[in-house]
C-alpha cells in the first residue's frame, strides 16, 4: 500500500521465517509465531495513533473508544498469559529460573503509560474526548512497548542455544499458551484479530491465526462482528486479513467498509 498505513509510525517485527529455517529448531518456531500477535499489537496502535485525530462525531468516537479498550484489553491479556504461564512453564522446562526476568521488568519499562491510557479511556466520553491528549499519552511509552515486543523475539530465539530446551516440550508449552490465549479472549473478539492480520505480510509466507478453517473469517464478518461493527471500521484490514486504507485518515474519508 503506498498511502500511510497501520504498519507505521512504529515499526513491524521482521519475522525469523524471512531470513532462517524455523524447523531447525522449536525454539525458532516458537519465536516466529511469537511474531504475529506482536505485530497485531504494533498494527493497533498505529492505527489508535494515526487515525485519533480524525474522529470527529459523537457516535463514531463512542466506537474508537471501543477499539481503543479492545486493543489495551489484547495488550494487558498477552502480558498476564507470558507472566502468568508461558514464561514460568518455559524455565521450568529448561530448568533455569528468571530466564525470562528481563522480559518481565520489561514490560514495567511501558506499564505506567498504558495504565495511563486505560484509565484516560475508562475516564472519557465522545464529549470529552481529545485526540491530543491520547496521543501524548500513546508517545510516553509505545516506543518501550514496541522496543519489548521486538526484543523478546530475540529472547526466544536464545532459548536454541538452551542444552535442557527440548523442542517438542518447548511447543506444548507454546500450543497451550496459545490456546488458553484464545480462550480469554474470546470469539468476539474475532473480528478484532482478524482485522490487525495482513495476510499480505512479508510476501504471504505466514498463516496466522494457524489453523483456522475458510469458513472462520465469514462467521466474524456476520455474526461475531455485528455487535461492534462500528468499532472494527478503525481494523487497518478487514476479517479476511485483507489491508486495506485506514478509513479515518483525511484522503479515505467516505471510503467503504
Known amino acids: 500500500m503506498t498511502a500511510q498505513w497501520a504498519d507505521g509510525p512504529w515499526p513491524l517485527i521482521e519475522t525469523p521465517?524471512?531470513?532462517?529455517?524455523?524447523?531447525?529448531?522449536?525454539?525458532?518456531?516458537?519465536?516466529?509465531?511469537?511474531?504475529?500477535?506482536?505485530?497485531?499489537?504494533?498494527?493497533?496502535?498505529?492505527?489508535?495513533?494515526?487515525?485519533?485525530?480524525?474522529?470527529?462525531?459523537?457516535?463514531?468516537?463512542?466506537?474508537?473508544?471501543?477499539?481503543?479498550?479492545?486493543?489495551?484489553?489484547?495488550?494487558?491479556?498477552?502480558?498476564?498469559?507470558?507472566?502468568?504461564?508461558?514464561?514460568?512453564?518455559?524455565?521450568?522446562?529448561?530448568?533455569?529460573?528468571?530466564?525470562?526476568?528481563?522480559?518481565?521488568?520489561?514490560?514495567?519499562?511501558?506499564?505506567?503509560?498504558?495504565?495511563?491510557?486505560?484509565?484516560?479511556?475508562?475516564?472519557?466520553?465522545?464529549?470529552?474526548?481529545?485526540?491530543?491528549?491520547?496521543?501524548?499519552i500513546i508517545d510516553k511509552f509505545a516506543t518501550d512497548l514496541q522496543k519489548h515486543l521486538s526484543g523478546e523475539i530475540q529472547t526466544l530465539l536464545a532459548l536454541e542455544k538452551e542444552p535442557k530446551a527440548d523442542g517438542a516440550t518447548l511447543l506444548k508449552i507454546a500450543n497451550e499458551a496459545g490456546e488458553r490465549a484464545v480462550k480469554e479472549l474470546g470469539s468476539e473478539t474475532l473480528p478484532f484479530i482478524l482485522g490487525l492480520c495482513d495476510r499480505t505480510y512479508e510476501g504471504g509466507i505466514h498463516n496466522f491465526p494457524p489453523g483456522m478453517p475458510a469458513f472462520v473469517p465469514w462467521l466474524a464478518h456476520y455474526w461475531f462482528a455485528r455487535p461492534h461493527r462500528g468499532a472494527w471500521r478503525f481494523c487497518p484490514s478487514d476479517t479476511w486479513k485483507k489491508p486495506r486504507p485506514l478509513m479515518f485518515l483525511p484522503e479515505n474519508q467516505g471510503a467503504s467498509s
Not at 489484547?74 to 533455569?96: C, N, R, S, Y
Request: negative net charge; glycine residues 4%.
Open 17 to 136: 521465517a524471512k531470513t532462517m529455517d524455523i524447523k531447525r529448531h522449536a525454539a525458532v518456531q516458537i519465536a516466529n509465531e511469537m511474531c504475529h500477535p506482536h505485530n497485531l499489537m504494533i498494527r493497533g496502535i498505529n492505527s489508535i495513533y494515526l487515525q485519533a485525530p480524525h474522529v470527529k462525531k459523537p457516535a463514531d468516537i463512542a466506537d474508537f473508544l471501543y477499539f481503543c479498550g479492545s486493543w489495551c484489553q489484547l495488550v494487558a491479556q498477552h502480558h498476564k498469559e507470558e507472566e502468568d504461564f508461558f514464561f514460568p512453564a518455559v524455565e521450568k522446562a529448561i530448568e533455569k529460573p528468571g530466564f525470562f526476568d528481563g522480559e518481565v521488568e520489561e514490560h514495567h519499562t511501558f506499564l505506567i503509560g498504558f495504565d495511563e491510557m486505560r484509565k484516560y479511556l475508562k475516564e472519557t466520553t465522545p464529549e470529552t474526548f481529545s485526540a491530543a491528549r491520547l496521543n501524548g
